[in-house]
């Protein structure tokens, strides 16, 4: 639908100045998009691929959406929320809700104890057979992630200007949805649809 598609035309209009625009390093990055520095690869190191390839279902599918957001969020005030950063820790979470290895050999190394304490707090969904996987039926990996990316998105966007949130809370807005997710999944849904 509309809101899905959004309106793709409008980056394509301006290539060579969105190309200029978003070299590496570049301040776009960093000022606009919500990553930490000029160079958004080492956000999205700390999640692989995963994390650049839901941030690009986002724009595509919802692009009005997420043009929203990025405007509303760019700059770095208190009340802003970092957009690129929050997208690569909504994707660790993700991932992790998931039982998906994302982890990178340095957090590999170190993540012997980390291993343990998941295991010891995995969610009721991940022990029972077949409960949450129905969302994946009829959907390719990357689209199920995608969508489940893009609610997450939806949700911190909603809470963070529902409360006018800070920075500072960006923990505990990130803990209760996964607790939402994780309620969402353990209902069982059959299906991507049922879920979102």
Not at 53 to 62: G, L, R, T
Not at 127 to 154: N, Q, Y
Not at 171 to 182: D, S, V
Request: net charge neutral.
């Amino acid at each position: 639908g509309a809101t899905r598609a959004g309106t793709r035309d409008g980056f394509a209009a301006n290539s060579s100045a969105a190309a200029a625009a978003f070299a590496v390093p570049s301040s776009v990055w960093r000022d606009h998009l919500g990553f930490v520095g000029e160079d958004p690869t080492q956000d999205l190191a700390k999640a692989g691929g995963l994390a650049l390839k839901a941030h690009v279902y986002f724009a595509e599918n919802y692009t009005r959406k997420a043009q929203r957001m990025v405007w509303e969020q760019r700059g770095s005030s208190a009340s802003s929320w970092p957009y690129g950063v929050v997208g690569v820790n909504l994707c660790l979470m993700l991932a992790d809700l998931l039982g998906l290895g994302t982890q990178s050999a340095a957090q590999s190394a170190a993540g012997e104890r980390a291993v343990g304490e998941r295991a010891r707090r995995r969610p009721r969904f991940m022990e029972e057979a077949g409960c949450h996987w129905g969302v994946f039926e009829g959907h390719s990996e990357d689209e199920t992630f995608g969508e489940l990316f893009a609610l997450g998105m939806s949700c911190i966007d909603s809470v963070w200007r529902a409360r006018r949130a800070t920075r500072a809370d960006f923990a505990g807005i990130i803990k209760r949805l996964r607790g939402q997710l994780e309620a969402l999944l353990e209902s069982g849904p059959p299906n991507l649809e049922a879920l979102l």
